[in-house]
């Protein structure tokens, strides 16, 4: 069965720190992973995926196949990143292709 | 298109009630899902739509729980005979065949 772990519930951190939330995933085939932000009183939004291999809002996440991660990253946090994060796994297999498999979340606090 | 609307955005029921849940999704997305998320938990899949096919159920979706897509647009939710178990937030999604998903609101609901 596929699961996705967050590990850290709350992450904190000061403006202009590095940040990384991690996420662990187990899943049998090939992996396509994602990251969701939910800011305060908005719906929840995709913020990156990992086959675009892109940066968004200066966030950085790389599969690590061998170690089942997708760790997000930035170098630099800012007070609006504060957030509540969640790491997501695709199911794309058969029928059940589409199906999101949700980590637990992290609530990163950025103080200024 | 604004994205995907929910309503309603809140619900107090009695246990016992039964309740209808609405989404409408992106006009042109042909799938559709709904998750649930309990406090302090990632969003769970419950099940999804393909245009107005519904191809898969979570075992999460007891007999009580009821969803249609009658014309492979909008969706609706069905609680029966509900429980106090059953407060939650429900969540729909909208996306095109192989492509992210995109959030409503969500449904708050609460079972006095």
């Known amino acids: 069965a596929q699961r996705v772990t967050q590990p850290e519930k709350l992450l904190s951190v000061f403006k202009g720190a590095p940040v990384e939330l991690k996420c662990n995933y187990s899943y049998s085939g090939s992996p396509e992973l994602f990251w969701y932000v939910q800011y305060s009183r908005q719906r929840l939004q995709l913020l990156l995926r990992h086959i675009s291999r892109e940066s968004i809002k200066g966030f950085t996440a790389d599969l690590n196949k061998g170690e089942t991660s997708f760790h997000l990253k930035k170098p630099f946090a800012q007070e609006e990143d504060s957030a509540m994060y969640y790491c997501?796994?695709?199911?794309?297999?058969?029928?059940?292709?589409?199906?999101?498999?949700f980590g637990q979340g992290t609530i990163l606090t950025v103080h200024p | 298109d604004t994205g995907v609307s929910q309503d309603p955005r809140h619900k107090i029921t009695k246990r016992g009630q039964n309740v209808t849940f609405r989404c409408d999704p992106i006009s042109e997305h042909n799938r559709l899902y709904w998750y649930r998320q309990t406090l302090g938990q990632g969003p769970e899949f419950l099940t999804y739509f393909q245009n107005e096919a519904q191809l898969e159920k979570s075992r999460l979706l007891s007999d009580r729980f009821s969803a249609e897509r009658p014309k492979g647009s909008f969706s609706t939710l069905e609680i029966q005979r509900t429980e106090q178990g059953d407060s939650a937030m429900y969540l729909c999604?909208?996306?095109?065949?192989?492509?992210?998903?995109?959030f409503g609101p969500g449904t708050r609901l609460l079972v006095l």
């Open positions: 999604a909208s996306s095109a065949p192989r492509k992210t998903q995109y």
């Open positions: 997501a796994l695709l199911n794309a297999g058969g029928t059940s292709y589409g199906k999101l498999t």
